[in-house]
């Protein structure tokens, strides 16, 4: 098992909390972006930089993880493909991806998508809250104890 990260997005905070996680545990972890990344000098911690454009980080983390991998990603496309895939999927503010949400997940996502190209402004995503970290980790938490052998 292994984490990857779609670190192009992910918060510094979340970053921090996955450093901290694969610290503890000695599991692989990677950072996958299109920007050099620094990265605690462990072993088990990795990072690979692609080249620039769009979802070239994200075809990366299809083509390389397997199932039961878990991958953070606040990408609801990428997320739908990695399911398909067997791998997991979580957000950065805790929210577990599942193949029974997804679809519908995607559906709002294409709404809000035409919404703001016909001119509708949609505000973004909050801030991410102290409440956010802490669901994140304690998800990280619970897949790490029902997956991980050490």
């Not at 901290?20 to 996958?32: D, H, M, P, S, W």
Request: hydrophobic share 40%; glycine share 6%; charged share 25%.
């Amino acid at each position: 098992m292994k984490i990857w990260v779609d670190a192009d997005a992910c918060p510094k905070p979340i970053k921090a909390i996955l450093f901290r996680a694969a610290e503890r545990t000695g599991i692989a972890l990677c950072l996958v972006a299109n920007q050099p990344m620094q990265t605690p000098p462990f072993r088990n911690i990795t990072a690979i930089q692609v080249g620039q454009g769009f979802d070239v980080a994200d075809n990366e983390i299809v083509r390389r993880a397997q199932q039961d991998d878990l991958v953070i990603t606040s990408d609801i496309p990428l997320a739908d493909e990695l399911l398909t895939k067997g791998a997991q999927a979580l957000s950065p503010r805790g929210e577990v991806f599942s193949p029974s949400t997804i679809k519908a997940k995607l559906n709002m996502r294409d709404f809000m998508d035409t919404l703001r190209s016909s001119g509708i402004h949609t505000g973004g995503p909050a801030q991410l809250s102290e409440t956010d970290k802490r669901e994140f980790a304690n998800a990280l938490d619970r897949y790490l104890a029902r997956h991980h052998k050490d």
